[in-house]
T-cell receptor
């Protein structure tokens, strides 16, 4: 069965510094997608970045980048130059791309990030 | 703003009651997903509809049902409510199946409180 593990319940980072949020996954499917979402205290889920299992390069979106290590089954999110507005819960999620019938996402437990001024 | 709308934003009701949560997907999206977020279970997939038809079911209770209408909006019906049903319910939508990224965009959620 597919599983996402986020081992850091909470993290602190100083403003303007970079931070890495860990995510490991487990799947036997060769084709899958990995997503990161941000959930601020207001509650909405905001899509940040996507990495496909066959993508040759690590995904980047502005200050967000994904450190994808397929052999280790990890997909860590790197946030550069942290801002106070980055304080939120971050979720790693996976979708099985081999099954065209469903796009359901499996989520990790989340990591709470607090940015210190 | 993701383009996905959900109403109501908050809902407070009593045990045993029935409620309906509504979702309008992003323009052009055919797939609608429902998720439940609770403190003990985390984020759980409930059900997916694609162009009006049920496509996949997750951990959805028999007391819960959903449908997607011809205009592609979706409703999640929760009946015989229990205290444990209190949660944040998200709707998400994505582009037609077959697009590899198939990113799901989430609505703001409906916070349900059962007293």
């Amino acid at each position: 069965a597919q599983k996402i593990t986020q081992t850091q319940p909470g993290m602190f980072v100083q403003e303007k510094e970079a931070v890495t949020l860990d995510c490991t996954y487990d799947t036997s499917d060769p084709s899958y997608g990995l997503f990161w979402y941000k959930q601020p205290s207001s509650g909405e889920m905001i899509f940040l970045i996507y990495q496909g299992s066959y993508d040759q390069q690590n995904a980047t979106e502005g200050r967000y980048s994904l450190n994808f290590q397929k052999a280790r089954k990890s997909a860590n999110l790197v946030i550069s130059a942290s801002q106070l507005g980055d304080s939120a819960m971050y979720f790693c999620a996976m979708r099985d791309l081999a099954s065209s019938n469903t796009g359901k996402l499996i989520f990790g437990q989340g990591t709470t990030l607090q940015v210190k001024p | 703003d993701s383009g996905v709308t959900q109403t109501p934003k908050h809902l407070i009701t009593a045990t045993g009651q029935r409620v309906t949560l509504r979702c309008s997907p992003r323009s052009g999206d055919l797939s609608v997903y429902w998720y439940q977020q609770s403190l003990d279970q985390g984020l759980q997939f409930l059900i997916q509809y694609y162009n009006g038809e049920e496509r996949a079911k997750g951990n959805i209770l028999e007391r819960f049902s959903a449908q997607q209408f011809p205009d592609l909006h979706s409703e999640l019906n929760l009946s015989s409510l229990e205290l444990g049903d209190s949660a944040l319910y998200f709707c998400a939508s994505s582009a037609p199946l077959g697009e590899r990224t198939d990113t799901q965009y989430f609505g703001p959620g409906t916070r349900l409180t059962v007293l």
